[in-house]
Structures are given as C-alpha cells and as structure tokens.
DNA sequence: TTGCTCACGTTATCAACGATACCAAGGGTG
DNA sequence: CACCCTTGGTATCGTTGATAACGTGAGCAA
C-alpha cells in the first residue's frame, strides 16, 4: 500500500474518532507510520490533506451510492438518494461538515460530482416527464436543501427528536421540484386532517373565551400536536413514493417574481 | 466602554475582515487595546469568546429584523424574512459560518433566538389560516432549508451566478409549509374556529388509523362538537386587520412550471 | 493606619501545531 | 565513477491557544 494511502486512511480514521473535528498532522503522521514531513511532501498542505480526505470519502460514498442507483422509478430513486445523503452526513459527522462548510481551502470535487450524479438521476426524471424545472438548477435546489437539513441535524441533535425534518423537507422541496402527479379527479382537496388541527390550534392559541375550560383546553390542544404529525397515512417507506406530489400546490404561493420573467 | 465590549467589537471586526474566517486571541488583544490573558480572564475560552461574537452579531440581525417585522401580510413578512436571511449570510459570511456549521463550542443562543423569531411569524401566520403545518416544525423546515441555500452560496460564489437560488427555494419551502391561497377556488375561507372545528371533526369520523386512542378520540370530538357550537362567536377579539391580509398576494404569475425542460 | 481579601492586569512561559530548511540514502543514466 | 532526481529523516522556526505566577489598587474590618 502506498504511502499516499497509508496517510489517506489513518487521516480518516483519526478525523472520524475526533470530537472536535480536527485533526493533527503529527497524529496523522505517527498513525500512518512516517515523518510528519512526508505529508508535506505528498500533498503540501494539510488543507489539501483534508481535501482529499473529504474528496476520497465522498467518492466512496458516490460510488456505493451509484452502484444501486437505476430503478425503474426515478423519482424513487431521488428520494433514496435524498435519504441516503442525510443518513452519510449522520454517519460520518466530521467528513460531512469538511465538505459542506469548508474553510479557505474549497473541496469542489466531492460536490461537483455529488452535483453530477444527483443532475444525472434528474434527468432520467425529467425523461419521464415528471421534473418541472431545469435539472442542473433543480440540482442545485436540492443539494441545498438536503445540505441545510443534513447539518441543522447534526450541529442540533436536540431539534425536536422524534420530528423526521429530513423527510419533511425532502417531500417539500421535491414537490417543489417535479411535475404533479396526475391528480386524482379534477381539483385535489388539500385539506387534511393534519391542516385542519393545525389551523384550530393555532385559533385557539390565540383566541382567550372558549367553550372549554383551560384544562381541556390544554390538552386538546397537545391532542391537535399530535394529529397534526399524521397527515392522515403515516409515511411508510413503501408507500411513500407515490405520497411525494400528491400534494398538489398548484398556486405557488406568492412572488415568483423573480423566477418567470427575468430567466432567460 | 467595557473591556468586553472593546474585545468583542475588535473581535468581530477581525473576524469579518479575515480572509481565513479565523481571528488569533493576540490580534484581537492587541486591536482592543488589551492584553492576550484579559481575554480567558473575560471569556475563559476562544471559542466562547467567538460564539459571543456570533451571538452579539445575530442578536443585532434579530434585533433590525424584528424592528420592521409586523406587517399585516404574515405571509409577505415570512418572505421578507427568507431573503433578510439569505442576505444576511451574504454579507457577513464569517460570521455565518460560526453559526451555521459550529465546532465543539455551540451556539444555540443565536439560533434558537432565530427560531423563535420565525415561530412567531409563522404563528400569526396559522391565525390567519394559511399555515399548513405546526409552526414549531414550519420554523425548523424553514430555517434548514435556509441555512442550506446560504451556506451553499457562500462556499460556493460561482454556483450559476443569475439563478436567484434563494429565492428558488424560498418559494419552493413555503409553498409546501403554506396552505395553497384559493385552493377551493372560490372566495378565502373564512378561518373561524367553529368552521375548522367542523372540518377536523368530519375528517376525524371518516379516516379510521389515529394517533389517538379511541377514548382520547371520542372526548375530542365531543370537544370538537362543542367548539362548533360557538361558532358564532366573533372570529377575532383584537385585531381585525389580518385577516383582510390574506388576499393580497396575486394569485399566479403564469405557468412557471414547464416552462425551461428543453434546455440540454 | 495597618493588614487582609479580591477583582483585575501584566509578564513570562508552556505545549502543540503547521510548515520549512537542510541533509542522507537509493537508484537510475551518462 | 560522477550526476541528478526522488524519497525520506532530523532538527527547527514562527505562531497559536492557554496557563502559571506575580503585581496592583479598591474596599473593608480592627
């Protein structure tokens, strides 16, 4: 094994074990078996060491996932995708945070070729009819999005446990994002029963005379919280696929000002 | 002018004229007039010395944005909101990255002072009906979406320089976080308690599969039933003018959807 | 006044880090 | 053999975060 991949491991298996994230060359060094020199050597800097690192783990990860990627749906395959990118930035913590928020030393390559890829399956969407804007920017869309909540996730562990914000915001923006399915029927109701707490919650958080008196007010309330998590079918990963654009958000609410008129 | 006042302020304006997005204690001692030690006598650590810097920068964010918040169109105000964010993150990138992608120190305060800041706005914005989800977990989607688009423009400036990314998605979040404006076509429905009491209950009777035991069930729709009673009860006490709000915004801006497939 | 504590600051220093200069084999090639 | 180039080692530099030890002056009791 070379001396490059020598570094390149103990590199990553130190970076991985770190808590703060940070690694020393002189620890990469005595891990790897050689002079802390020699990694000045092979890549000058140690802001390039980190980047291949980063860049090495990605290609892993890319590879493995573009291994299992071509399905006969390519929507489903968009939403494993969205699924496995947060699930790796939960895995590999240190590795993620490299690359989504980098220091002076950039790491394109990691995300170019996440860009790359994720264009890729995009297109076989938009093939099917189902992609409703340009695949490179709708690439970009959700790269950002997914990046976003990969990271609220891991420098927040704490935000509301139990709440899968990645599936919500992959839902959402993938949504966002394709074609709506052929809607049942003419005009979708999208009044759920989840809306519908909701919108009562938020009446009787604000309103003070009721019917009710405060103790059962309170704990309607906590019962509207927990209808308001069901949309009615729980998101079974079985089902899930054909739940991403049955909701329908026909009128895309307010200001696409910027989006329609100047493109071009 | 406190010592910690001048350490702070000599901090931030290192911080965001640095071109690595790091500052040395010694430089920001020597800029406040001080010596390196006062610093850990101060702050005890680097990185608390830091995350008082993100928390005094973004407290100042939180502070102008709230000064121009309350509009009588929540909606618009969320909006207006997304892109202060977006912009924010823009001109302070330093600053930002701290925030947004912290190391061992966190820095919840800022964070969750934001957060709270959303909430609120997307609470006024459930009280007007348009709210499709529970604000808690509407501030959460928003705020990792967001914290996506920005990082993504911040690492990466040449990210298809014309796309307005943020806005992009801004529009996309919200309009999968909002309840679609005119959805029945109609006239705006009237979000009295008593009509979203009604529905909740009809939608609780038809759909069998709950997050409610039986019993929790049957008290709240006899609860429910209760509610409907009131119905006639005056919708808003206060303040009347939100609920004229919620048809300000122009319905469509022609069909942005298909519009650019045929680019490759 | 004297003596004491305590908050605040300074000097000097440590340990670890990234990075570099300089040297020492090894191995082809003429 | 001499020559050069690659590969690696030794020793070291400059900087950084952090700390120990000491000094100083205000407030306060006897």
Redesign the pocket.
Known sequence: MS?RSLILEAATELLEASPTG??????VAEKAG?????I???F????TLLAAVVDQGFARYLAAEQAAEPTADPVADLRRGWDQHTQFALEHPNLYRLMAAPGPACVPKAIDEMHALLRATLERVAQAGRLAVEPGRAADIVISANTGVALTLLTRPGTRPGTDLSARVRDIVLAGVLVPEASTGGTSPPVTRGRAATTLAALLRRESPCALSPAERALLCEWLTRLTDDDGATPTPADGGSRTATRTHESRTGGSRTTDRSTT
């Open positions: 001396k940070d690694v020393a060359t002189r620890g050689v002079r802390q020199p020699v000045y050597r092979l000058g800097d140690k802001d």
